[in-house]
């Protein structure tokens, strides 16, 4: 009869190149963020749309106040201003940009792309959030 030494199954990481692990979320103490593969190709894709060059051009990710929660993300393309900090998705070649205040509520976050019946578009699964509200873009940390 096999036995366990205490070494659940549920560590089991899968180490083989088929298809793309989900990003990681980086701590949210870290004051980093992490974008998924999909998200980086779809903003690929639509700054090649709108003729922006992923080399001087990024996507500004911010947070605002507002909303019925409190706070509200925003999201534009932009240049790099002197305070940002700059994440890049290398494999991808897009870069995203957040201002100092923004990345305290924004550390730990996964930037993602979905696509769904309900609709598509750009998500932030942030570890921060203490509430939200139905519409999805409002929140408070």
């Given at each position: 009869m096999p036995h366990d030494h205490g070494h659940g199954h549920d560590h089991a990481h899968d180490h083989g190149p088929a298809g793309a692990p989900p990003a990681q979320a980086p701590s949210r103490f870290s004051g980093q963020i992490a974008i998924s593969d999909k998200a980086a190709e779809k903003l690929k894709d639509l700054m090649l749309a709108e003729k922006k060059d992923p080399a001087t051009v990024g996507l500004r990710l911010g947070v605002q106040g507002g909303g019925c929660s409190g706070m509200s993300y925003f999201m534009d393309f932009d240049e790099k201003r002197d305070d940002d900090k700059v994440f890049t998705h290398e494999a991808v070649g897009v870069k995203v940009y957040i201002d100092p205040r923004s990345i305290l509520h924004l550390s730990g976050s996964i930037l993602d792309y979905?696509?769904?019946?309900?609709?598509?578009?750009?998500?932030?699964?942030?570890?921060?959030?203490?509430?939200?509200?139905?519409?999805?873009?409002s929140f408070s940390t």
């Open positions: 979905a696509e769904g019946l309900m609709g598509s578009g750009f998500s932030i699964k942030n570890p921060n959030v203490k509430s939200s509200c139905g519409c999805g873009s």
